[in-house]
């Protein structure tokens, strides 16, 4: 069963930056892609980053220029950088996996962002 555990979220300032970890209990390269996904509080889920097998990026477009996803394949570990961040980046951000079949999602736990002043 495949794990994806987050971590790096917390408490910052607008304008402030963290950077997100999912480490996966397997290796990275075996999924399709993978992405960050957030959860504001009454909103539906909303993928804000991705990146596929091949290394192909995507990105909402209220996080364009400010995200960036990446990967450590060695570490089994995607990252997301926050900068820029706004109170509306608030939200619980998951780590989300596709399966090599593409037949699967595996998500995460979630971590909390939240900016404020």
């Known amino acids: 069963q495949v794990q994806l555990v987050e971590s790096g979220g917390g408490l910052v300032q607008p304008g402030g930056s963290l950077r997100l970890s999912c480490a996966a209990s397997g290796s990275i390269l075996s999924f399709s892609a993978m992405g960050w996904y957030r959860q504001a509080p009454g909103k539906q889920r909303e993928l804000v980053a991705s990146?596929?097998?091949?290394?192909?990026?995507n990105y909402e477009n209220s996080v364009k220029g400010r995200f960036t996803i990446s990967r450590d394949s060695a570490k089994n570990t995607v990252y997301l950088q926050l900068n820029s961040l706004k109170p509306e980046d608030t939200a619980v951000y998951y780590c989300?996996?596709?399966?090599?079949?593409?037949?699967?999602?595996?998500w995460g736990q979630g971590t909390q962002v939240t900016v404020s002043s």
């Open positions: 989300n996996a596709v399966s090599g079949d593409y037949v699967r999602r595996y």
């Open positions: 990146i596929t097998s091949s290394g192909n990026t």
